[in-house]
């Protein structure tokens, strides 16, 4: 049974950086890409970015890039979100995601919990 | 990027009602096409792949249907456990993108 704990809620200050891992179980973690989807307050989900481990190749939603860093620990089964440079409009759910490919679609077959990220001075 | 409408973003049914949303890609997808359930505080879970199967352990009532620029998943009789956020997201190419959501409460 594939599960995806991610870290506890933070709040960060405008301009500040936050880190949010995503520790995977029960699969073979470096033969899946891990996506990263946030959903802001009342908002639709989005995609942000994500890395094939085997590889550490990552690849970023153009809203993103710059400011978005996605890396993964193969030793520990282990993905890493960083988003910079903080704004209020980050605020959000930030959500990780297993990607599996079923008849040839790729799809976010499993989701971690969610990690509550509050940008507020 | 590849824009996904829904229809309707909300609507208000009964249990044993058929129900059935619709999404709308921007260009042509094929059949690129996921389906997700969302309840209140908890991540989204996969409903339906390839906008016509339905993904292991989820009832048959779900059905999907669709290919190129319009995608619809029906349930045919709604269940209690059903009342639920519904999101259609694309995997044509990057990024990947999600309809804004279908909210589907009770009458």
């Known amino acids: 049974q594939v599960q995806l704990v991610q870290s506890g809620a933070e709040v960060k200050k405008p301009g500040s950086s936050v880190k949010v891992s995503c520790k995977a179980s029960?699969?073979?973690?470096?033969?899946?890409?891990m996506s990263w989807v946030r959903q802001a307050p009342g908002q639709r989900l989005e995609w942000m970015g994500g890395?094939?481990?085997?590889?550490?190749?990552?690849n970023y939603a153009q809203k993103f890039q710059g400011r978005l860093t996605i890396t993964t620990d193969e030793s520990t089964s282990t993905a890493y979100m960083e988003l910079n440079s903080l704004r209020s409009e980050d605020t959000a759910v930030y959500y990780c995601?297993?990607?599996?490919?079923?008849?040839?679609?790729?799809?976010?077959?499993?989701w971690g919990q969610g990690t509550l990220v509050t940008v507020s001075s | 990027d590849i824009q996904m409408t829904q229809s309707p973003s909300a609507l208000s049914a009964s249990v044993g009602d058929r129900v059935t949303i619709t999404c709308r890609a921007s260009?042509?997808?094929?059949?690129?096409l996921n389906w997700y359930q969302q309840k209140p505080g908890k991540a989204p879970k996969l409903l339906i792949y390839?906008?016509?199967n339905i993904q292991n352990g989820v009832p048959s009532r779900f059905s999907g249907s669709g290919s190129g620029t319009d995608f619809t998943v029906t349930i045919s009789s709604l269940q209690p456990e059903d009342f639920a956020t519904y999101y259609c997201?694309?995997?044509?190419?990057?990024?990947?993108?999600f309809g804004q959501g279908t909210k589907v409460e009770i009458k």
């Open positions: 260009q042509s997808i094929s059949t690129y």
């Open positions: 029960g699969g073979t973690f470096s033969s899946y890409a």
């Open positions: 390839a906008a016509s």
């Open positions: 890395i094939i481990p085997i590889s550490t190749s990552a």
């Open positions: 997201q694309q995997s044509y190419g990057p990024p990947w993108t």
């Open positions: 995601a297993r990607v599996g490919t079923m008849v040839g679609v790729e799809v976010l077959d499993h």
